[in-house]
C-alpha cells in the first residue's frame, strides 16, 4: 500500500522561504516521478513541479518557476521542494503525489496521479 507522507509546512511572510519534504512507502520510489501539487481554498488542486525518477528532468508551473526547486533522494525515498521568494498567492495545501506507473512521466496530468499525501499547510502573509 503506497504512503506518503508530506512535513515542513508553515506561516512564514512574504519573502520567506521554506522547504517541503514528501516520504513515500509501498512501492519502489527511485523508479517513480514524483509531483508536487496545490490547492488554495476555493480553487482547483493546480501543478506546482514534478521530477522525474532518475532527477533526469524537472517542470515547473510558470507561477512558481526560478522561485521553487524540486529534487529527490532516493535513499532516502524522499522528495523535497525548496520554495523561496513566498508571495501570499503561494498560500495553499501542498500535496505530493505519485503517479500509477513505474517510468511513466504524467508532467503536470494531475489525473495520471494516482497516489497521494494528506497535504500540508503552506500560509504567507503579506
Known amino acids: 500500500q503506497v504512503q506518503l507522507v508530506e512535513s515542513g509546512g508553515g506561516l512564514v511572510q512574504a519573502g520567506a522561504s521554506l522547504r517541503l519534504s514528501c516520504t513515500a512507502s509501498g512501492r519502489t520510489f527511485s523508479t517513480y516521478t514524483m509531483g508536487w501539487f496545490r490547492q488554495a481554498t476555493g480553487k482547483e488542486r493546480e501543478f506546482v513541479a514534478r521530477i522525474t525518477w532518475n532527477s533526469g528532468n524537472t517542470l515547473y508551473a510558470n507561477s512558481v518557476k526560478g522561485r521553487f526547486t524540486i529534487s529527490r533522494d532516493n535513499a532516502k525515498n524522499t522528495v523535497f521542494l525548496e520554495m523561496n521568494s513566498l508571495k501570499p498567492e503561494d498560500t495553499a495545501v501542498y500535496y505530493c503525489?505519485?503517479?500509477?506507473?513505474?517510468?511513466?512521466?504524467?508532467?503536470?496530468?494531475?489525473?495520471?496521479?494516482?497516489?497521494w499525501g494528506q497535504g500540508t499547510q503552506v500560509t504567507v502573509s503579506s
Open positions: 503525489a505519485q503517479p500509477r506507473f513505474q517510468f511513466s512521466d504524467p508532467r503536470m496530468n494531475v489525473g495520471q496521479y494516482d497516489a
